[in-house]
């Protein structure tokens, strides 16, 4: 029993050091609050930190922290409850019905056969998680890392698992049994062992513009703050918003002089076979940070986008998993780097192993003066010849594996880049240092960041941010992504059009109209401001705004952006509005504006999230929807 109350108290200590923002809400896009006691919100929380320390749930939870007495206990300084105010457990308090299992038993269940049960532990207690493997947002392949294990390793280093309370939430449902107290003392021991030996794996993270909006720190989640995204057409390096999985990679001098980025073309090389057939030597050049920077020099400047930008708009209509995004997941930056194909053909060179004469003649700059047609008709002739050429494949130094079709890839027009500078200074470690791949048009997390190795592949890459649910996009009927075959739905690539109102206010009032008393259904003028952009390099040719939910429209100027190439439009427009009607809401003092872009295509934005909402939150691009006070 005293072994019980030990691990639980030891589960909120390991909490309170993870995040101590663990028991904070979202409440919007633009800040968080603490659980307030005056709605059902800190039940939940409870209910769910009950699941996990033993406490009863049900009639007996109340019974043994009535609301009046526990609130009472629970008030922080800010009003809100706290883990550090949580009381202490007491023994009457641990729920003894469940059975109790030993490490080895859960071990049996690890999921390695087909029809075979995954159990885990977490904090003293043994989950059934089978029935969410599928559905888990990280991917099955990260979740069965712990299958028949504890969970404690894995989330010291996935801490995204502290920044809401969802995960507690479902994993109270999946609670059924406990785990014998001396296997969870050994756990502990071993996760402080963990802690002396390598310390923090988030340690060194960089230091963070205190303007952004953090979503989670460990790792970094953060977006830009509505009012001053589009300040400046080009984001400020230290503004663009954060999209991290893991910790930020950290490259010693020494490290960085003896990085190499490994290139991998022997499906190029060997007659389209690779190296699967064990007959042939792989063709891998390994390219210093000197070599790449030797490459003619090009600058791209795009728009990255999270595919998960404006997830809250979703959440307000149904809960969704992964990070409570506003519309500032998105951010703009001019890319300097070398063309990936020309980092191919070097490649190329150094594998054919040529003599250092050779290597003079084919030197980077020789190869500067193919024609489009030449290059054309190289790209035509490679994928005639190399039928299984489909994917380029990249790594991160930090695991993450993701890809982008061949087509992609070797376009001339596809203006893909392997970068080493943001906005004409070296690559900041929270946006890829040393390299990052640029794909413009592309959903953001096909920009891999930290880029170590790219691969010519007939498959696209393995793992979770490439085929797992993580960037799949359901139907608004499945809530369990175990009833749809994942493995034959696409994953995103080319983001759809959207846009963004970053600045709305009233029209200055004659002496006359500020002395009138609005009634609902009145009309005033308000002028807006915003953003536009869609994938696929589809430039924005029209941005429209209304102030009556669609009864009426006005056409925005587009202030900045509007003069891209002709599908290849990377980058988002700027856009302003004057002297838009808009009608007073039933509350008698306030207005809502609503903008959506319109792409080359005449793709437009649906004017709900109803139709298209999924259960991961990805790609938002209902109407965007500001609200103003006007009286």
């Not at 603490?34 to 800190?42: E, I, K, M, V």
């Not at 075979?116 to 029935?131: F, I, L, R």
């Not at 400020?236 to 490259?251: K, T």
């Not at 203006?415 to 943001?422: G, Q, R, S, T």
Request: aromatic share 8%; with cysteine.
């Amino acid at each position: 029993m005293t072994m019980m109350l030990q691990s639980s108290r030891r589960f909120c200590n390991t909490l309170r050091k993870a995040s101590p923002t663990l028991l904070q809400l979202k409440h919007n896009s633009s800040y968080q609050r603490p659980l307030n006691t005056d709605d059902n919100s800190w039940q939940r929380v409870l209910l769910a930190f009950a699941a996990l320390t033993g406490i009863s749930t049900g009639t007996a939870f109340h019974d043994a922290f009535p609301r009046a007495s526990f609130t009472s206990q629970c008030e922080s300084s800010s009003g809100g409850i706290t883990l550090e105010s949580l009381p202490d457990l007491q023994d009457e308090d641990i729920d003894f019905s469940l059975p109790t299992y030993t490490s080895a038993q859960v071990a049996m269940r690890n999921g390695k056969n087909i029809g075979e049960k995954v159990w885990m532990t977490y904090g003293g207690y043994v989950y059934d998680v089978t029935d969410f493997v599928g559905n888990h947002p990280g991917g099955s392949e990260k979740i069965l890392l712990a299958a028949g294990g504890a969970i404690e390793p894995h989330w010291h280093l996935y801490r995204q698992h502290f920044a809401s309370e969802l995960p507690l939430r479902l994993m109270e449902k999946m609670i059924i049994g406990k785990l014998h107290p001396a296997d969870q003392e050994r756990i502990d021991a071993e996760m402080d062992k963990l802690q002396d030996a390598g310390g923090d794996p988030y340690d060194n993270e960089p230091d963070r513009h205190p303007l952004l909006i953090v979503h989670s720190d460990t790792p970094m989640n953060a977006e830009v703050p509505s009012d001053i995204l589009t300040r400046e057409y080009i984001t400020p390096s230290n503004l663009f918003y954060i999209r991290n999985h893991h910790p930020v990679p950290l490259l010693s001098e020494d490290e960085v002089k003896d990085f190499y980025l490994e290139v991998d073309i022997s499906l190029l090389m060997n007659n389209g076979s690779g190296t699967e057939d064990n007959k042939t030597e792989p063709a891998v050049a390994k390219l210093s940070l000197d070599q790449i920077k030797s490459l003619p020099k090009v600058e791209i400047t795009s728009t990255l986008q999270c595919s998960g930008n404006r997830r809250s708009g979703f959440n307000d209509l149904r809960q969704t998993s992964g990070t409570n995004w506003g519309q500032g997941a998105i951010s703009t930056a001019k890319w300097g780097g070398v063309r990936l194909v020309d980092l191919l053909q070097f490649a190329a060179q150094q594998v054919d192993n040529l003599s250092d004469k050779e290597k003079q003649k084919s030197s980077p700059e020789s190869n500067n003066t193919d024609s489009l047609f030449e290059t054309l008709q190289n790209l035509q002739l490679i994928l005639e010849k190399q039928p299984n050429l489909q994917h380029l494949r990249m790594e991160s130094l930090d695991g993450m594996r993701a890809s982008i079709p061949i087509v992609k890839a070797f376009s001339p027009f596809g203006d893909v880049i392997l970068a080493y500078e943001m906005n004409g200074e070296p690559l900041t470690r929270d946006h890829g240092y040393p390299l990052r791949m640029i794909v413009p048009g592309y959903a953001a997390v096909r920009n891999v960041k930290w880029v170590s190795k790219i691969q010519l592949h007939k498959e696209e890459s393995e793992g979770a941010w490439q085929r797992g649910l993580n960037y799949k996009i359901l139907p608004p009927s499945v809530l369990d992504a175990t009833q749809v075959d994942l493995d034959s739905m696409p994953r995103l690539t080319e983001e759809p059009v959207i846009s963004g109102i970053t600045n709305l206010e009233r029209v200055r009032l004659t002496g006359e109209e500020q002395h009138k008393r609005l009634q609902p259904g009145d009309t005033v003028l308000v002028r807006a401001s915003g953003w536009a952009w869609a994938g696929g390099g589809r430039n924005i040719v029209r941005v429209d705004i209304t102030g009556d939910d669609g009864k009426s429209w006005e056409m925005a100027k587009i202030t900045q952006g509007a003069n891209q190439p002709f599908g290849r439009a990377w980058a988002w427009v700027l856009w302003e509005c004057d002297n838009i009607p808009a009608k007073v809401c039933d509350d008698g003092h306030s207005v809502e504006v609503s903008c959506k872009g319109v792409d080359m295509a005449f793709n437009t934005q649906p004017h709900t999230v109803d139709g298209m909402w999924n259960v991961r939150g990805l790609a938002n691009n209902s109407w965007f929807r500001s609200s103003l006070r006007v009286r």
